[in-house]
């Protein structure tokens, strides 16, 4: 089973700024199978990136994916108010899928 | 509008079964994969395991593997999870989602999930 592990755990941020989210995999994951989610309290996750950088529909492009292999990033190029939220990772390239515990990105 | 309705919440007591479901509407529901996560509370989000309406081929997580059991019904378009016996350590929201194409897909579609409480 590939264990994703996502840092930091709690990211502190004014709206405006960057926000680089971190995803890393036990082991390579495969063909880029990996995938963002944002979820906002009492809601389920949404989809924002697929293939560890096509953004999904309707998604904003200030959200980018990068990465491969082990080592993946969701970058927000500009914190808007909407944005703070859980982020979690996903592979979906092995079997079985699995997430990663998560980032909280916070008013600062 | 493609979209996901989940069953509504349950309070349940340790011991006891249970099924909920989820009924897909707006696509060909025997042509995509749906999966259940769960989400205990304050926690992250755990992929269970995921069915093939079509054929119901059924793939599980080792660490739900005999806890759950997961089916479908295509001839209403519903998807189930249930439990035999349940624990206290059920207690969550419990999601379906479907992958955007096939098994190797992320989730783009969620339910609204389904909270299970399991208490005395």
């Known amino acids: 089973e590939i264990v994703l592990t996502q840092s930091p755990g709690t990211l502190s941020l004014s709206p405006g700024e960057r926000a680089t989210l971190s995803c890393r995999a036990s082991q390579s994951v495969s063909s880029s199978y990996l995938a963002w989610y944002q979820q906002k309290p009492g809601q389920a996750p949404r989809l924002l990136i697929y293939?560890?950088?096509s953004r999904a529909t309707g998604i904003p492009d200030r959200f980018s994916g990068s990465g491969s292999g082990t080592d993946f990033t969701l970058t927000i190029s500009r914190l808007e108010p909407e944005d703070f939220a859980v982020y979690y990772c996903?592979?979906?390239?092995?079997?079985?899928?699995?997430f990663g515990q998560g980032t909280k990105v916070e008013i600062k | 509008e493609v979209q996901l309705v989940q069953s509504g919440a349950e309070v349940k007591k340790p011991g006891e079964s249970l099924k909920i479901s989820c009924k897909g509407s707006g696509y060909s529901f025997t042509s995509y994969w749906i999966g259940w996560v769960r989400q205990m509370p304050g926690k992250g989000l755990e992929w269970m395991g995921i069915?093939?309406?079509?054929?119901?081929?059924?793939r599980y997580s080792p660490s739900f593997q005999g806890q759950v059991t997961i089916s479908a019904d295509k001839s209403i378009s519903t998807a189930y999870l249930q439990w035999s016996s349940l624990k206290a350590s059920d207690t969550a929201m419990y999601y379906c989602?479907?992958?955007?194409?096939?098994?190797?897909?992320?989730?783009?579609?969620w339910g609204q999930g389904t909270m299970v409480t399991v208490s005395s």
């Open positions: 989602a479907r992958p955007t194409v096939d098994f190797h897909s992320a989730f783009d579609i």
């Open positions: 293939g560890a950088s």
């Open positions: 069915i093939y309406p079509g054929d119901s081929d059924t």
């Open positions: 996903q592979q979906y390239g092995s079997s079985p899928n699995t």
